[in-house]
């Protein structure tokens, strides 16, 4: 019998940046220095990484920055049980929100997400050569209510 998908806090950083790069993410070499992060939640089964998340604090909000789920994978919800994960520990931390810049908003769209109409988070997009010729992320945002539950602090 196969075991059972596991979402838990962990920070392999390591295994973390190549996940996200094959997922096509802009992620710099010691992005964790960069980013600060301050959780990180992975989807694993059988000791199998199959997804990943991190947030981090910037601009004084806390910011799904990376979300990533290995292609075999996909359409099984493990990016919505990562994007709830998220979303508690935003709430166990007193957040009102979470924001993101989302590639993909489709995906979020579906999770409640919402545009903000705002640029602060693409503005760490503007030297990117993709920004604008064929990357179009939008700045959204989760509203959390605090009965989302909550990640150990």
């Known amino acids: 019998m196969a075991e ?5 806090r962990e920070n392999d950083h390591g295994a973390f940046t190549a996940l996200y790069r094959a997922a096509g993410l802009e992620i710099e070499e010691g992005w964790e ?3 600060h992060p301050v959780c990180s939640v992975s989807a694993r089964r059988e000791g199998r990484l199959l997804g990943a998340a991190t ?3 910037r601009f004084e909000r806390l910011i799904l ?3 990533a789920v290995e292609p075999e994978a996909r359409l099984m919800g ?3 049980k990562l994007t709830e994960a998220c979303k508690a520990y935003a709430a166990g931390q007193g957040a ?3 924001w993101l810049a989302a590639r993909n908003p489709g995906f979020f769209h579906a999770l409640r997400a919402e545009e903000t ?3 602060l988070l693409l503005s760490e997009c503007l030297g990117c050569p993709d920004y604008r010729a064929g990357c179009e992320p939008k700045e959204m945002r989760f509203v959390i209510e605090p009965s989302e539950g909550s990640y150990e602090k």
């Open 4 to 8: 059972e998908l596991r979402i838990t």
């Open 33 to 35: 220095k960069l980013c």
């Open 55 to 57: 947030v981090s604090r």
């Open 65 to 67: 920055d990376y979300i």
């Open 78 to 80: 493990i990016g919505k």
């Open 96 to 98: 009102g929100e979470l």
């Open 117 to 119: 109409g705002g640029e």
